[in-house]
C-alpha cells in the first residue's frame, strides 16, 4: 500500500529514469491523452455507461457502471487505488467492458466524499494529496469491504446486462489488492476469480491477514507485484502461492521487473506502459478462463 516510504522510492526512480517529465506527465494526464496510453481492446464491443448510486448498509456508494450494450456477460467489480475513483479507472473499466464484461467501478471513499476525491493530475507524490486521501484509506477494513462488496455482488446480480450464471470477478489495486481477497472470502459462491496489482498488506503477521482467508475461496488469482514491493517483502509471493496450492486454487504470482509500485493506472507518475499491458494481459486470460 502508499507509504512515505512508496513516495521516495518512487522519487528516487523518477530520478534515475527516462520516463516523463512533470510537465510531460501533467499534460499526458488530461483524460483524452491518457486514452492513448490504453489502446483500444481488440474486437471491442460498444458499450453503455453510466453513473449509479448503490445503497450499502453505511450510505449510498457512487460507482461507475459500464457494459457491452447487448447481451448479458459476466460482472467484475474493481477496487481502485489510494486515490480512488477517478478518470483513470473509468477508461479502465471501459477498456474492460469493451472486452466482454458488465464492469463497477466504485468508490470506497464514499462515506467521506462523492468521487472524484482529489483533482486531475494530483500525484500521491503531493502532500496535499496524501493528506486529503490517506485519512480515508485508513478508515477503511476488512468489515467495511466486505459490506460494501455483498451490497455490489447485489446491484450486478439484479442488472439485466449481468449474466448471473457465470462468476464474478474482481480486481483491486494498491490498497484494493487486499479488498478483492476480503471480496473473494466473503462471498465464494459468487467469486470466481480475483487479481492484485502492486496490491499492499496481502500478506502480515496479524490474525486477520488477507492470506489467512484463502481456504475460505473458491476464486482463482492474479497477483501482479511491483518490483520494489517484492524487495521490501520478498517472501511474501512464497507465502501467497503456497496458501493457494494448499487450499486447491490456482494463484498465478509474478513480480514485475521494472515496475514500482503503482504502474498500472495510466496516470500514474510510476505507470509502466509495458508491464502494464503485461498485467492486462494476464487478467484477461484469467478471467476468460475461470468466469464460466
Known amino acids: 500500500m502508499c507509504d512515505e516510504d512508496t513516495v521516495q522510492e518512487s522519487q528516487q526512480?523518477?530520478?534515475?529514469?527516462?520516463?516523463?517529465?512533470?510537465?510531460?506527465f501533467n499534460r499526458l494526464t488530461m483524460a483524452a491523452a491518457i486514452t492513448l496510453l490504453l489502446p483500444q481492446a481488440a474486437n471491442a464491443l460498444d458499450v453503455k455507461e453510466n453513473d449509479v448510486r448503490i445503497t450499502t448498509p453505511d450510505g449510498t456508494a457512487d460507482c461507475f457502471f459500464v457494459h457491452p450494450a447487448k447481451g448479458k456477460y459476466p460482472g467484475v467489480i474493481i477496487w481502485p487505488d489510494v486515490l480512488g475513483l477517478r478518470p483513470a479507472?473509468?477508461?479502465?473499466?471501459?477498456?474492460?467492458?469493451?472486452?466482454?464484461?458488465?464492469?463497477?467501478?466504485v468508490n470506497p471513499y464514499y462515506r467521506n466524499a462523492s468521487s472524484p476525491v482529489i483533482p486531475l493530475n494530483a500525484s500521491f507524490q503531493d502532500q496535499a494529496t496524501r493528506d486529503?486521501?490517506?485519512?480515508?484509506?485508513?478508515?477503511?477494513?476488512?468489515?467495511?469491504?466486505?459490506?460494501?462488496?455483498?451490497?455490489?455482488?447485489?446491484?450486478?446480480?439484479?442488472?439485466?446486462?449481468?449474466?448471473?450464471?457465470?462468476?464474478?470477478?474482481?480486481?483491486?489495486?494498491?490498497?484494493?489488492?487486499?479488498?478483492?481477497?476480503?471480496?473473494?472470502?466473503?462471498?465464494?459462491?459468487?467469486?470466481g476469480a480475483g487479481a492484485s496489482f502492486h496490491?499492499?498488506?496481502l500478506v502480515t503477521d496479524k490474525a486477520d491477514s488477507p492470506h489467512?482467508?484463502?481456504?475460505?475461496?473458491?476464486?482463482?488469482?492474479?497477483?501482479?507485484?511491483?518490483?520494489?514491493?517484492d524487495q521490501?517483502?520478498?517472501e511474501a509471493k512464497n507465502i501467497l502461492s503456497s496458501a493457494y496450492t494448499n487450499a486447491g486454487l490456482k494463484a498465478e504470482v509474478e513480480?514485475?521487473?521494472?515496475?514500482?509500485h503503482g504502474w498500472c493506472p495510466p496516470d500514474s507518475r510510476v505507470y509502466h506502459q509495458q508491464q502494464a499491458q503485461h498485467a492486462w494481459t494476464?487478467?484477461?486470460a484469467l478471467f476468460d478462463s475461470t468466469l464460466v
Open 89 to 105: 479507472f473509468r477508461l479502465m473499466a471501459r477498456r474492460l467492458a469493451e472486452s466482454g464484461y458488465a464492469v463497477l467501478a
Open 13 to 24: 526512480y523518477l530520478q534515475h529514469s527516462s520516463n516523463l517529465s512533470r510537465r510531460q
Open 282 to 284: 494476464r487478467l484477461l
Open 132 to 191: 486529503i486521501v490517506l485519512p480515508m484509506a485508513r478508515s477503511l477494513s476488512s468489515a467495511t469491504t466486505v459490506k460494501d462488496a455483498k451490497a455490489f455482488v447485489n446491484f450486478l446480480d439484479s442488472h439485466a446486462a449481468v449474466n448471473k450464471q457465470r462468476k464474478i470477478g474482481t480486481t483491486g489495486y494498491c490498497m484494493g489488492g487486499p479488498f478483492t481477497m476480503y471480496t473473494a472470502a466473503a462471498l465464494p459462491e459468487r467469486i
Open 232 to 234: 521490501r517483502q520478498p
Open 255 to 260: 513480480v514485475y521487473q521494472g515496475a514500482m
Open 199 to 201: 496490491g499492499g498488506r
Open 212 to 229: 489467512l482467508l484463502v481456504p475460505k475461496m473458491q476464486a482463482d488469482f492474479l497477483f501482479a507485484i511491483a518490483e520494489n514491493d
